[in-house]
């Protein structure tokens, strides 16, 4: 079993910078791939980027690419996700996720927080 709580939403003008944490607790938090998403208002929950356990292999949406940075740090269970350049669209509840396969955390994580709220104003 795998906890995750994330931290680090806020309000946040267009064109600015928030760093998302997600702790992540339990025997084998370590060892699991994590992964991003995020649901905005009215709208499907949607994949936002995700890391192999050893910290490689990034992967990210589209939408995303070049602003968002993903990272972990295995010795404290956390993972980050850096955004910049942030954008009204961006606004979501923003929800970390964590499975033991690589594969499965893009598309279907058996493991969800309870979500962060990111405000981007115009």
């Known amino acids: 079993q795998v906890q995750l709580v994330e931290s680090g939403g806020g309000l946040v003008q267009a064109g600015g910078s928030l760093r998302l944490s997600c702790a992540a607790s339990g025997r084998t938090a370590s060892s699991h791939a994590m992964g991003w998403f995020r649901q905005a208002p009215g709208k499907d929950r949607e994949f936002v980027a995700a890391?192999?356990?050893?910290?490689?292999?990034?992967v990210y949406a589209d939408s995303v690419k070049g602003r968002f940075t993903i990272s972990r740090n295995n010795g404290k269970n956390i993972v980050y996700l850096q955004m910049s350049s942030l954008k009204p669209e961006d606004t979501a509840v923003y929800f970390c996720?964590?499975?033991?396969?690589?594969?499965?955390?893009?598309?279907?994580?058996?493991?969800w927080g309870q979500g962060t709220q990111v405000t981007v104003s115009s």
């Open positions: 996720a964590a499975d033991e396969a690589y594969a499965r955390v893009r598309d279907r994580p058996k493991y």
């Open positions: 890391i192999h356990w050893s910290g490689t292999i990034p």
